[in-house]
Nanobody
Framework: QVQLVESGGELVQAGGSLRLSCAGS????????MGWFRQAPGKEREFVAG???????YYQDSVKGRFTISRDDAKNTVYLQMNSLKPEDTAVYLC??????????????????WGQGTQVTVSS
């Protein structure tokens, strides 16, 4: 059984930075695509960033140049470095594990396991 646990979310001022972590367990981490999504109150869950099993990264347009996703397969952990944060980045951020040998997946239904989420709040 796959378990994903996020950490690192907190209240930060606009322009600040945060690094989110997602620790995984349960199956060979390195073979799977990993992604970060976010969900704000009253809004649908949206893709933020993804990293394929070979390390190729891809991002939602609104976070390109500000956010960086990375993975450490030896630690079964994926990270999301968030810089130049804006109030519109406020949301619950969720880590997800996707398909085997995949890369480029951006739809929630392409991801099979989810963490509980960590709250990121950006004040203006």
């Amino acid at each position: 059984q796959v378990q994903l646990v996020e950490s690192g979310g907190e209240l930060v001022q606009a322009g600040g930075s945060l690094r989110l972590s997602c620790a995984g367990s349960g199956r060979t981490f390195s073979r799977f695509a990993m992604g970060w999504f976010r969900q704000a109150p009253g809004k649908e869950r949206e893709f933020v960033a993804g990293i394929g099993w070979r390390g190729r990264t891809y991002y939602q347009d609104s976070v390109k140049g500000r956010f960086t996703i990375s993975r450490d397969d030896a630690k079964n952990t994926v990270y999301l470095q968030m810089n130049s944060l804006k109030p519109e980045d406020t949301a619950v951020y969720l880590c997800a594990q996707g398909r085997l040998w995949a890369t480029g997946d951006t739809e929630p239904n392409e991801y099979y396991y989810w963490g509980q989420g960590t709250q990121v709040t950006v004040s203006s």
